[in-house]
């Protein structure tokens, strides 16, 4: 696909999607969510990737959606909209390489969304987070479904109901960020993590990944359920158990697993 507001590259282990609409500080378009929903299924087929990094184009992650093209629309344009962007945010969770976003400048409305959907997230100390619906007339009603999940539901609801942005050292101090860096180290501090994590098994992390998402909404008891069954699992694979050895063997581990195994 000739992707025209998104760019895609892999080097090594690591995939890298860029919005990239720096004119519009990266808004979210009908077309570009597309074509991020494309460019996840491609990358995430890759044998090779073991981590994905998100980033954005110019002086911005992303304010959120294009509201250049939601003017005088017919509801039937807002389903699309809004379904395309739900599995987007649903995709990233739901293909088994781990997703960083690499966040600098604003992340607003759907932009914050993004970054709450992402699994792991860094950013430069210059970066701000907000759902800022409100000040349009739009309820971040999206965006709060994985922002309530990060970050609980007092602070996402003050999120929500002032359209107030924090800052990247509030936003990790609440959960929302893992690691924040100065802006000149931000491209090396998100590919250290992703190396860190692209050092495992791919197998192993997407099972583990897998099962994360699955559990964390569940009762104590049905977790308890879902996870022994999965680590039974992973200590039968070869990956399991050449890693077991390896650790006795006081060796590096030789893994043969791979993503889609």
């Known amino acids: 696909m000739d992707y025209q507001h998104i760019q895609v590259a892999v ?25 991020a929903i494309d460019a996840l299924g491609v990358v995430s ?15 911005a992650f992303s304010v959120g959606h294009d509201l250049n093209e939601m003017i005088d629309r017919e509801r039937a344009f807002f389903d699309e909209l809004f379904t395309t962007c739900t599995v987007m ?3 990233i969770q739901g293909i088994p390489q781990p997703v960083i976003a690499q966040v600098h400048g604003m ?24 759902t800022t619906g409100l000040k349009v007339g739009l309820f971040c009603s999206t965006p709060m479904v994985p922002l309530s999940r990060a970050i609980g539901r007092k602070r996402a609801l003050e999120m929500l109901l002032t359209g107030d942005t924090i800052t990247a050292e509030k936003a990790a101090d609440w959960g929302l960020v893992n690691r924040v860096v100065p ?17 495992y098994s791919p197998e192993v992390v ?4 897998a099962a994360f998402y699955r559990q964390v909404e569940m009762p104590q008891a049905a977790a308890y359920e879902l996870t022994k069954d999965v680590i039974a699992e992973n200590a039968t694979i070869a990956d399991g158990q050449e890693g077991m ?4 063997d006081k060796r590096q ?9």
């Open 107 to 130: 992340a607003a409305a759907a932009g914050c969304q993004l970054v709450a959907a992402c699994d792991l997230v860094v950013a430069s100390e210059d970066s701000r987070f907000g």
């Open 253 to 261: 581990p030789v893994w043969t697993g791979s993503v889609d195994s």
């Open 89 to 91: 945010m649903e995709k």
């Open 183 to 199: 802006v000149e180290e931000l491209g090396a501090a998100t590919l250290e993590l992703a190396h860190q994590i692209a050092h």
């Open 11 to 35: 080097e090594d282990t690591i995939g890298r999607i860029t919005l990239s609409r720096p004119e519009r500080f990266n808004a979210l378009s009908l077309e570009l969510l597309q074509e």
């Open 245 to 248: 050895k390896a650790f006795l």
């Open 206 to 209: 997407g099972l583990g990944k």
């Open 45 to 59: 087929a890759d044998p090779a990737v073991k981590v994905i990094i998100i980033d954005g184009d110019g002086r």
